[in-house]
């Protein structure tokens, strides 16, 4: 079981930065692939970035470059630092998290953060 805690969206201008953060309450972390998905309306929810247990990661080609997932153990959280913002990753950016062991991998998800990117 985990909960996952997102923070640090907002209202960002073209080009900006901005830094998410997710964290996980569970006693588990080391099990879990933890990522950054995100969903604007009208589309399907998206993979954004993930990193699993070994610190490898994965990006969307429509980020790399861009955004670094990073995660620190012993704080349970999630970073994702979005550089080079366009509108086009104006969404609500979702946390996701399963744990590696079971064969189901259900998904976890937080309550979701909105970015949004315009002048």
């Known amino acids: 079981q985990i909960d996952l805690v997102e923070s640090g969206g907002g209202l960002v201008q073209p080009g900006g930065s901005l830094r998410l953060s997710c964290v996980a309450w569970?006693?588990?972390?080391?099990?879990?692939?933890m990522g950054w998905y995100r969903q604007a309306p009208g589309t399907v929810r998206e993979m954004v970035a993930t990193?699993?247990?070994?610190?490898?990661?994965d990006y969307a080609d429509s980020v790399k470059g861009r955004f670094t997932i990073s995660k620190d153990h012993a704080a349970h959280t999630v970073y994702l630092q979005m550089n080079s913002l366009k509108p086009d990753d104006t969404a609500n950016y979702y946390c996701?998290?399963?744990?590696?062991?079971?064969?189901?991998?259900?998904?976890?998800w937080g309550q979701g953060t909105q970015v949004t990117v315009s002048t």
């Open positions: 996701g998290a399963y744990d590696i062991r079971t064969r189901t991998r259900d998904m976890y």
């Open positions: 990193v699993n247990p070994g610190g490898g990661t």
């Open positions: 569970t006693s588990t972390f080391s099990f879990y692939v």
